[in-house]
């Protein structure tokens, strides 16, 4: 089976993984990760990996797709020192690889280090030791009909070393060899969705690379329906349009779908998406609180994909109240919802806070009911870094959703961990209920479990985040002291 | 915005009213029709998903009597091309959906109907 190297844009490690998966899933290949010694195995932190993989065209849809690639090569040999790699370039079936461009194809060859700087002069060194190759055909730096590259990999702390100019095989931890097959087409697209170059977005719009990123791991592709519950300003709904899929956004709050111009004129998200070229897969926007929708039925979306508020800039809400009203305040309100005041439309109804791992719980539950078997859910869970748990994840789950990707962000003190759960089951459940959790016990009568009692770290987010994550107050039982009355 | 696959599938959702709640009545629409893709895989895909008399009715109510009363059988290329049309390029751009059991009313502008509920609404 034919072996190819990847190069990987050097950030979200934690992502590459799933996303190779993802998009070979979409597309129905199997990837599979080299482990070796000497090499990168499947260590997610080294920019270079091989991969087994049944067919060419595999490795090209990677590189047409996956946004952490920057190239793919064919792999033709590694070393942690050049006559390792040379000895494994002259196998016979390698050989027949490469064989094949020796009597008349015009090529160039490049050698450059990661983390380091080769000199000149010994990048020259080292492409004639390649001479036993013996390739006839003229070198051609401009449109060569292939590219040959050898990378050599450092440690971080040889970034900024110097060396001889004679020093040869140096302290590198690892080369490789190969024939380059396809640039990433992929990667372009960070910039062409960048964020500040778009027409419409919030201070909460998520960064261009990760919304893609996101966009990925829904496997979102021509005929799907995707759905936004926290649609905001619509970040991650470009990507997925641009990817072929319908897609649905609701929000509590209509102000940030529609942006400044308010009800009249055309609303912000969809100025964006037509500088996407992509209007016409926004296949609606409407405005209420998911936990109080107006879905008829469920199992209808293929992925749901969302950032659910978690009140660094933007708190979640949903209707209700933070205090039950007297019920003299009640009545005041109801006699006045009867006779409205000309001022007072559009009605604004109360809304109170949503308490993160509420939200999320809730969140999983209701992606069962309106995904559709084998549907995904891709969102951000932000956490305490100290904190998190892996059985945090757990806390969520429910009956036949489980989770196929966690992968962190790292802002330091905490982090968001991009979360991907697979619907397993084909059975139709209930729309879920929601329930106000201040209200105990539980309204459903179901008994907490051992899972229900463990207290994830993504619990009282918000707080936390403001009280700087210090410990002693955070471990303090609901974290913020009581309100004066 | 608000296209009719869209209205196929909301329902009034004030609490209690759960009966007679769906389709939602377009009340003083203005509409707008757009060019959409045509993905005969997808609309394919959706049929199972509709309810039918409640699509086909309101694709008439709106002026559109491409579609049959009764779903066909045979699923041909004309009839997906009308449904494609009438679920995705038939767009309500302004008025307001009006739920025939307990007559609450969501209004629609610039194409976002508005669904939230008022506080007696949900309690």
């Keep these: 089976m034919p072996k190819y190297l990847v190069h990987f844009a050097q950030v979200h490690n934690e992502f590459r993984i799933p996303e190779l998966q993802s998009i070979a899933e979409l597309h129905g290949f199997q990837v599979q990760i080299v482990e070796n010694p000497g090499g990168h195995g499947s260590d997610p932190n080294r920019p270079f990996m091989v991969l087994q993989l049944d067919d060419e065209k595999h490795a090209k849809i990677l590189a047409q797709r996956c946004i952490l690639i920057k190239a793919i090569y064919e792999f033709y040999a590694q070393g942690t020192t050049y006559a390792e790699l040379h000895q494994q370039n002259q196998l016979p079936e390698i050989r027949v690889e490469w064989q094949k461009y020796v009597e008349d194809t015009t090529f160039k060859f490049f050698v450059t280090g990661y983390n380091h700087k080769i000199p000149q002069r010994r990048q020259r060194e080292v492409i004639e030791s390649f001479s036993y190759m013996g390739f006839l055909g003229k070198i051609d730096m401009k449109n060569p009909e292939i590219s040959l590259i050898c990378f050599e990999e450092y440690d971080e702390d040889r970034k900024l070393a110097t060396r001889a100019k004679h020093e040869g095989d140096s302290q590198f931890k690892q080369v490789y060899f190969g024939k380059l097959l396809a640039e990433s087409s992929a990667r372009p697209l960070v910039g062409v969705f960048d964020v500040k170059k778009r027409k419409y977005f919030g201070n909460t719009s998520m960064e261009a690379e990760v919304s893609l990123l996101m966009a990925n791991q829904t496997m979102a592709s021509p005929g799907k329906l995707m759905y936004d519950p926290f649609m905001g300003t619509g970040s991650m709904a470009y990507p997925v349009a641009h990817f072929g899929a319908l897609v649905f956004g609701s929000d509590i709050d209509g102000r940030q779908m529609r942006g400044k111009q308010g009800v009249e004129g055309e609303p912000g998200v969809m100025r964006a998406a037509k500088q996407y070229g992509v209007q016409n897969r926004i296949l609606d926007l409407a405005t209420f609180d998911i936990t109080h929708n107006p879905w008829r039925t469920g199992g209808m979306f293929d992925a749901i994909i969302t950032d659910p508020p978690y009140g660094v800039r933007a ?7 933070k205090r039950e009203l007297s019920e003299r305040q009640k009545e005041l309100c109801r006699l006045h919802r009867e006779n409205p005041r000309p001022d007072d439309t559009p009605y604004i109804p109360p809304t109170k806070p ?22 995904r859910l891709v969102f951000f869970l932000p956490t305490v870094t100290d904190e998190y748990e892996e059985v945090d994840i757990n806390t969520m789950l429910c009956e036949g959703m489980e989770v196929i990707a966690n992968s962190l962000q790292d802002f330091g003190a905490w982090g968001r961990r991009l979360i991907t759960i697979r619907k397993t089951t084909a059975e139709e459940y209930p729309p879920p209920a929601f329930r106000e959790r201040d209200q105990q016990p539980n309204e459903d009568g179901v008994e907490p479990t051992e899972q229900d009692k463990h207290v994830p770290a993504h619990k009282d987010f918000r707080e936390k985040y403001f009280q700087g994550f210090s410990k002693d107050k955070a471990m303090a039982p609901t974290s913020l002291p009581p309100v004066p009355k | 915005m608000v296209r009719l696959i869209t209205h196929n599938l909301l329902a009034c959702h004030v609490k209690n009213c759960t009966v007679n ?25 959706f049929l199972p998903k509709l309810e039918w008399k409640a699509l086909v009715d309101t694709a008439r109510q709106l002026g559109d009597t491409s579609l049959p009363t009764e779903q066909p059988e045979m699923i041909d290329d004309e009839f997906l091309q009308n449904l494609h049309h009438v679920l995705l390029e038939i767009h309500v751009e302004e008025g307001s959906m009006i739920c025939n059991n307990c007559k609450h009313e969501y209004p629609i502008s610039s194409g976002i109907p508005n669904m939230l ?3 007696h609404e949900i309690a």
Excluded: C, M, T, W
């Excluded at chain 1, 708190?315 to 109240?321: E, F, I, M, Q, S």
């Excluded at chain 2, 709640?21 to 895909?45: H, Y």
């Design chain 1, 354 to 375: 949503y308490e993160l791992s509420h939200l999320v719980e809730d969140l999983v539950l209701f992606a069962r009911y309106v995904l559709r078997p084998n549907g």
């Design chain 2, 117 to 119: 509920l008022a506080e």
């Design chain 2, 21 to 45: 709640n769906f389709p939602l009545e377009f009340k003083n629409v203005q509409l707008e029709i757009r060019e959409a893709e045509f993905n005969p895989d997808f609309i394919r895909g």
């Design chain 1, 315 to 321: 708190g979640a809400k949903r209707l209700g109240r």
